[in-house]
């Protein structure tokens, strides 16, 4: 027997360590998942650049009235705590969604993508009868600088929670018809990174433009 085996009988360390750094080195690309879900991620930076630039200008013609309504007038905070909890609640069951997803129980993922449905049309509902109360009031969206910028950041928004819900239908088809194939499963996760974003920008709206509107 050598003295290396006696000193080390596991192994010579350093050939240990050597041998784990090839492993490390040919490990190989990162899975479709991690690559899928990175990709999307670069998608909702630039698109929260793009609100972020609505916020920027809505933050310059908050005054700009023209002589019309503000905030103050027009605000029905409410009806607009309301829409938030709906789709705070929305966020909460497409979470439940996912973990059924990852454990391929179709019942619950179906009943949960159901109820981010429903919450989320119900979201939309006051959200256009909120409009439609505004344009009839004389408010729209040509009345002044102000109402102008009001209803391009919201309805963006509006727009992209609209969206959301066709994705959220297709992926209740997609999953109906073909199960939770690894395509599909990368669908979801990207699904839920963008309605979760679209809560977060929601936040921001009800805070900038409700809370703050009221207040000026």
């Not at 929260?48 to 009235?65: C, D, I, K, N, P």
């Not at 009031?137 to 819900?165: D, I, K």
């Amino acid at each position: 027997m050598t003295d290396a085996a006696i000193a080390y009988p596991h192994g010579d360390p350093h050939h240990l360590r050597g041998m784990e750094a090839s492993r490390v080195a040919h490990a190989g690309p990162p899975s479709k998942r991690i690559v899928t879900g990175y990709g999307f991620w670069i998608f909702i930076l630039s698109d929260m650049v793009m609100f972020s630039a609505f916020f920027a200008t809505y933050a310059v013609l908050l005054g700009q009235t023209a002589g019309g309504p503000s905030g103050r007038e027009l605000f029905n905070l409410r009806n607009v705590a309301i829409e938030t909890g709906f789709l705070l609640a929305s966020s909460f069951t497409c979470g439940l969604a996912t973990i059924a997803a990852d454990y391929r129980n179709k019942t619950w993922f179906h009943l949960a993508m159901g109820v981010t449905c429903v919450f989320g049309l119900a979201f939309l509902a006051i959200e256009a009868r909120e409009f439609a109360d505004l344009v009839a009031r004389g408010a729209g969206p040509t009345r002044s600088a102000f109402l102008s910028a009001f209803f391009t950041l919201v309805g963006c928004h509006g727009l992209h929670v609209s969206a959301g819900e066709l994705w959220l239908l297709t992926m209740i088809a997609q999953v109906f018809a073909k199960g939770f194939r690894a395509d599909i499963q990368r669908r979801i996760l990207c699904f839920a990174l963008f309605w979760h974003a679209l809560d977060i920008i929601w936040i921001a709206v009800f805070t900038i433009v409700y809370l703050l509107g009221s207040a000026s």
